[in-house]
């Protein structure tokens, strides 16, 4: 009998230490000594661990333009035959070949490997190359984060404590010392080669491990630092009522920092799921997008400490006659490119994102109707619909009645497929219209990002337009779609490098603008 009571005593005593070390919940999660550290010899006893490297989407961020033909091509005789290599824990492994591509949009491949369960630390190394006979060669996908311009690798340390990662791509909330390409977003122009054929390539990735209850957040962290069950899927969970799930608090609100004294990296938190934070007045970017926004548009890959551009494409039906009044799927990817090497990256929406409408036709649109497409198409008659101060909306039709591109709010534009056809006149192909559509396209978002002739003399300049008159040469410096003598020939802001009469387009971009009101 005394046997069976010091069994069940023990038992008890076991039982208790095991519910009273998984309640345990830090006061304060940046202060990292607290952590009760259950589970180290095994970080997570539910599951055999393993962590997957997934490469989902990847970019040449060649530029191109009319005057001066592309000297950063990544592979001279075709587009480039993309594939990726990844290390886990010094383990290779090589994707497939996206042969002949720009962009692989959905590259749908992943690395994966058992580590061990009881070494918080994975490293991984991310290569991004380019296939040809014999002489394959790296592209670009590294910042000058490692000191080293010409490396062009990526190096991470993965946590299976916190599922995070750092190194060469990282999270941080300042907006000084943040990685300007953003989390799991590679950006080969960070090193500063964005005018050199440097192979520059943008890479998407993300890195997970396995988790039993599926809401990414791992069991050492739940129950060392948030208290929450491992065994339930918290996806949702919103216990501080501050309209953002836990899920993105625990991805967005960690950040390492490296103990240089004692050779180890602490882990630190600026976003407690359970304490209520402002987040419809955070904009640790200032891209305009609070917060909660941020979290809206997370679905389409939006980042707090990095800037988004969102765009809502609406279309005018074909003509009668067959014009169509859309805008080329390659003059997407122009302006796509051209953003996302600044990292500003560009989403546009063109149906991916549940916002674009298809207009009906008409020969001429007045302003007025102009102005009720916005109010009907756009906001759906909600003058508070939540995308409204989210994205911009440019819209493609016929025929405006008096110029084939204006702003008509400080959210909107427009362009004309009418006069962006009379532009093209000679050499009508695909490319000629992806620029010419592209550029103008370019030009009036420019205008819901601040820039005017107002602040940017070169900018909208009557006088610039043609050689034969008194200021195009005056503005020859200033390289930018902004600059009617460089309107339709390219598809790109300036960066100001080039002296006198130059304007630096990229640095003025104010991407609140968009959100003011006109009266």
């Not at 900018?459 to 337009?465: E, I, V």
């Not at 960066?495 to 959100?515: E, H």
């Amino acid at each position: 009998m005394k046997t069976h009571i010091k069994k069940i005593t023990s038992l008890l005593l076991v039982t208790v230490f095991i519910v009273s070390s998984a309640s345990v919940i830090s006061s304060d999660l940046n202060n990292s000594s607290s952590l009760v550290n259950v589970g180290e010899s095994d970080f997570d006893p539910l599951v055999d661990i393993t962590v997957t490297v997934e490469i989902q989407k990847i970019r040449s961020l060649e530029k191109f333009d009319t005057q001066i033909p592309t000297i950063e091509k990544i592979d001279w005789f075709s587009d480039p035959d993309f594939y990726v290599k990844v290390f886990i824990n010094d383990k290779e492994f090589t994707s497939p070949i996206w042969k002949n591509t720009k962009y692989v949009e959905d590259a749908q491949w992943g690395a994966k490997l058992n580590v061990p369960d009881d070494e918080e630390y994975v490293n991984i190394t991310i290569q991004l190359w380019d296939w040809n006979l014999g002489m394959d060669k790296r592209c670009d996908i590294s910042s000058d984060h490692d000191g080293y311009k010409d490396s062009f690798d990526v190096e991470l340390i993965y946590s299976i404590k916190t599922g995070h990662w750092w190194g060469g791509d990282f999270a941080y909330y300042d907006s000084i010392n943040s990685d300007p390409s953003g989390y799991g977003r590679l950006n080969g122009c960070d090193d500063g080669s964005i005018y050199e054929r440097d192979r520059d390539c943008e890479l998407w990735f993300n890195i997970y491990q396995e988790d039993f209850d599926n809401d990414g957040i791992p069991f050492w962290t739940e129950v060392n630092v948030y208290g929450t069950d491992p065994e339930v899927c918290d996806l949702g969970r919103d216990d501080d009522n501050d309209g953002i799930p836990i899920e993105w608090e625990h991805k967005w609100g960690h950040y390492a920092w490296y103990k240089w004294y004692e050779d180890t990296y602490e882990h630190a938190w600026v976003y407690d799921p359970f304490e209520w934070d402002d987040h419809a007045n955070l904009d640790p970017d200032l891209d305009g997008l609070d917060n909660v926004e941020e979290y809206l548009t997370s679905q389409w890959g939006s980042d707090p400490f990095r800037k988004d551009l969102f765009v809502d494409l609406d279309q005018m039906e074909e003509s009668p006659d067959g014009q169509e009044c859309l805008l080329p799927e390659g003059s997407k990817e122009l302006l796509r490119t051209a953003y996302d090497r600044r990292n500003i990256v560009y989403h546009l929406d063109d149906g991916c994102m549940g916002g674009s409408d298809v207009i009906p036709f008409d020969e001429v649109s007045s302003y007025q109707e102009i102005q009720n497409i916005y109010w009907n198409y756009f906001l759906q008659g909600d003058e508070n619909n939540w995308r409204r101060g989210v994205f911009h909306y440019g819209l493609v039709i016929y025929n405006a009645t008096w110029c084939p591109g204006f702003v008509f709010r400080p959210d909107a534009y427009q362009i004309s497929s009418k006069g962006m056809e009379k532009k093209i006149l000679l050499n009508r192909n695909e490319e000629k219209r992806a620029i010419v559509y592209g550029s103008a396209y370019m030009h009036e978002c420019g205008h819901t990002l601040g820039i005017f002739n107002s602040n940017t003399p070169g900018c909208d300049d009557q006088d610039g337009k043609y050689i034969w008159q008194k200021n195009w040469w005056k503005w020859r410096p200033y390289k930018s779609v902004m600059n009617y003598g460089y309107m339709y020939l390219m598809v790109d802001y300036s960066d100001g490098s080039r002296g006198k009469n130059d304007f630096d387009d990229w640095n003025r971009i104010d991407l609140t603008y968009f959100q003011r009101s006109w009266g």
